[in-house]
């Protein structure tokens, strides 16, 4: 039971965060938040201001990413317009500035890095054990960098805040900061988040950040940013520390009763039984008109729906498409061809929305993966080590091995790991944001039909930003002709 001691806590974490920043108050006032100035003054409130940073990460998962990781990729659509305008506004590439999705999006990640900047502002001042001060500022400035890493891919410039803003009018002074200057802060906040997290932690706090996880997302930021070496180098720190590792039964990472595993180095927590911190996928990702057959409790709302591309795109014997996604489902004696993502399945919910299923940011096959594309961009090798991690994961999934007859240089090694991540990483997020940072979004999707203006590979800035400073927030450029 003491597994999700941490989980439980978001309960009141999620409390406090909503008393002391509210998202009608963001939307007034630009990334900014005025209450709770004199709350923090033991060592227990800034553990709850801690983990109301955490909580944080549960709105901005519960859609917006996987809207936009997804559902603007190859790998999922909107197939009911009752499934919401903004979600097949932006499956349509047709997004709005005033699009909700985004600007829920806006609101949750500044909330949760002004909740970060609160902790790291007062924790100085407040006497306690300086281990576990020294660990709540790295924990919160992974979660800072995170929602940054988050914000600049699908936004492009952001405001960069650092610091507790009190002050309402300050925060009108905050323009969109460039995108490497951005970065710069994300990587300084991982760095000293892997230099002072533990690589591990008790039962109690089994959720939290850890040293692996902070150069993990590194790795991910530098892959990003074409940073092939140190990319490389980062991926093989997580390697090399032995605390991690491939699941021998790929079912086994998404299962219940299995949250946090060897395998995960990071995931948002998510505890159900009406503590208002269940998951909503179950729900979500169940087919409208499904009734409860696939979501066994309440109704689908059919607004992450796998493509028949993405079902294709699983070779034979593929042991992970069975686990990741369904074709339909049986309606009595009737077979109903609506397919569906079954990874995030909770066969025992509480309640409609109230699931125990967490969200993987990050797994190690991703970083076995990462590092296959990293050394190959710095020079392609037949065989060796970039085939070598490339067939680790195949080999679980009960495929053969690549081999450099078949992947004979460079190119055609690249298409090996961009097909291998979409089947392994289906439906986690990670597709649209691989298309993009490999400069393949717009190729990859116009051969599919979906011609795509380039302007549209960031998304619009929230048209309530704009109208509440514009002198200041500037919109992305194109949109401003919508």
Same mark, same amino acid.
């Given at each position: 039971?003491?597994?999700? !001691?941490?989980?439980?806590?978001?309960?009141?974490?999620?409390?406090?965060?909503?008393?002391?920043?509210?998202?009608?108050?963001?939307?007034?006032?630009?990334?900014?938040?005025?209450?709770?100035?004199?709350?923090?003054?033991?060592?227990?409130?800034?553990?709850?201001?801690?983990? $109301?940073?955490?909580?944080?990460?549960?709105?901005?998962?519960?859609?917006?990413?996987?809207?936009?990781?997804?559902?603007?990729?190859?790998?999922?659509?909107?197939?009911?317009?009752?499934?919401?305008?903004?979600?097949?506004?932006?499956?349509?590439?047709?997004?709005?500035?005033?699009?909700?999705? *985004?600007?829920?999006?806006?609101?949750?990640?500044?909330?949760?890095?002004?909740?970060?900047?609160?902790?790291?502002?007062?924790?100085?001042?407040?006497?306690?054990?300086?281990?576990?001060?020294?660990?709540?500022?790295?924990?919160?400035?992974?979660?800072?960098?995170?929602?940054?890493?988050?914000?600049?891919?699908?936004?492009?410039?952001?405001?960069?805040?650092?610091?507790?803003?009190?002050?309402?009018?300050?925060?009108?002074?905050?323009?969109?900061?460039?995108?490497?200057?951005?970065?710069?802060?994300?990587?300084?906040?991982?760095?000293?988040? &892997?230099?002072?997290?533990?690589?591990?932690?008790?039962?109690?706090?089994?959720?939290?950040?850890?040293?692996?996880?902070?150069?993990?997302?590194?790795?991910?930021?530098?892959?990003?940013?074409?940073?092939?070496?140190? $990319?490389?180098?980062? $991926?093989?720190?997580?390697?090399?520390?032995?605390?991690?590792?491939?699941?021998?039964?790929?079912?086994?990472?998404?299962?219940?009763? !299995? @949250?946090?595993?060897?395998?995960?180095?990071? &995931?948002?927590?998510?505890?159900?039984?009406?503590?208002?911190?269940?998951?909503?996928?179950?729900?979500?990702?169940?087919?409208?008109?499904?009734?409860?057959?696939?979501?066994t409790i309440g109704a689908g709302?059919?607004?992450?729906?796998?493509? $028949?591309?993405i079902s294709a795109a699983y070779?034979?014997?593929? *042991?992970?498409?069975?686990?990741?996604?369904?074709?339909?489902?049986?309606?009595?004696?009737?077979?109903?061809?609506?397919?569906?993502? @079954?990874?995030?399945?909770?066969?025992?919910?509480?309640?409609?929305?109230?699931?125990?299923?967490?969200?993987?940011?990050?797994?190690?096959?991703?970083?076995?993966?990462?590092?296959?594309?990293?050394?190959?961009?710095?020079?392609?090798?037949?065989?060796?080590?970039?085939?070598?991690?490339?067939?680790?994961?195949?080999?679980?999934?009960?495929?053969?091995?690549?081999?450099?007859?078949?992947?004979?240089?460079?190119?055609?090694?690249?298409?090996?790991?961009?097909?291998?991540?979409?089947?392994? *990483?289906?439906?986690?997020?990670?597709?649209?944001?691989?298309?993009?940072?490999? !400069?393949?979004?717009?190729?990859?999707?116009?051969? @599919?039909?979906?011609?795509?203006?380039?302007?549209? *590979?960031?998304?619009?800035?929230?048209?309530?930003?704009?109208?509440?400073?514009?002198?200041?927030?500037?919109?992305?450029?194109?949109? !401003?002709?919508?």
């Open positions: 039971m003491k597994k999700y !001691n941490f989980s439980i806590k978001y309960s009141f974490a999620i409390i406090l965060l909503s008393v002391s920043c509210k998202s009608d108050f963001l939307d007034r006032a630009p990334i900014s938040q005025t209450n709770s100035v004199n709350f923090y003054k033991t060592q227990a409130d800034m553990l709850n201001a801690v983990n $109301a940073a955490y909580a944080s990460l549960q709105a901005e998962y519960n859609q917006s990413m996987y809207t936009i990781g997804e559902v603007t990729s190859d790998n999922t659509e909107i197939l009911d317009a009752q499934s919401g305008i903004d979600n097949t506004q932006i499956d349509d590439f047709k997004t709005l500035t005033n699009n909700g999705i *985004l600007s829920s999006m806006w609101n949750y990640n500044y909330t949760g890095i002004l909740a970060c900047n609160t902790v790291i502002d007062r924790i100085q001042a407040i006497s306690m054990d300086e281990t576990l001060k020294t660990r709540y500022i790295a924990e919160v400035k992974f979660l800072r960098a995170l929602q940054y890493f988050n914000m600049v891919r699908t936004f492009g410039d952001v405001p960069l805040v650092v610091k507790e803003i009190v002050d309402v009018q300050e925060s009108y002074t905050y323009a969109r900061t460039p995108v490497d200057e951005v970065y710069k802060q994300i990587i300084a906040d991982l760095t000293e988040a &892997e230099n002072n997290l533990p690589p591990i932690y008790g039962d109690a706090d089994v959720g939290r950040a850890t040293s692996g996880a902070a150069k993990g997302i590194l790795a991910k930021v530098y892959l990003t940013q074409g940073k092939w070496s140190d $990319a490389a180098s980062k $991926a093989q720190e997580v390697i090399s520390s032995a605390k991690y590792g491939l699941l021998d039964d790929y079912k086994n990472v998404f299962a219940i009763n !299995n @949250k946090n595993n060897k395998e995960s180095l990071f &995931e948002v927590q998510y505890k159900k039984g009406g503590y208002g911190t269940g998951s909503p996928f179950n729900n979500a990702f169940a087919p409208r008109n499904s009734g409860s057959i696939v979501s709302s059919g607004t992450n729906q796998p493509t $028949a591309d070779e034979p014997g593929d *042991l992970r498409k069975d686990i990741s996604m369904a074709e339909g489902y049986m309606n009595g004696s009737t077979f109903v061809a609506s397919r569906y993502i @079954k990874k995030f399945l909770d066969p025992n919910l509480f309640a409609g929305n109230d699931a125990d299923n967490n969200w993987p940011v990050l797994r190690y096959a991703d970083v076995l993966l990462m590092r296959a594309e990293a050394l190959n961009e710095q020079g392609y090798s037949a065989g060796g080590e970039t085939f070598d991690l490339l067939n680790q994961i195949r080999k679980r999934a009960g495929l053969t091995d690549i081999k450099p007859a078949t992947v004979p240089d460079q190119a055609a090694f690249r298409l090996a790991i961009e097909q291998e991540r979409r089947v392994e *990483l289906a439906f986690e997020d990670h597709r649209w944001f691989d298309l993009v940072r490999t !400069n393949r979004a717009v190729e990859v999707l116009k051969a @599919k039909g979906e011609t795509i203006q380039p302007y549209r *590979l960031l998304f619009p800035i929230p048209q309530t930003q704009i109208d509440i400073n514009p002198s200041v927030i500037t919109q992305n450029q194109g949109y !401003n002709e919508n």
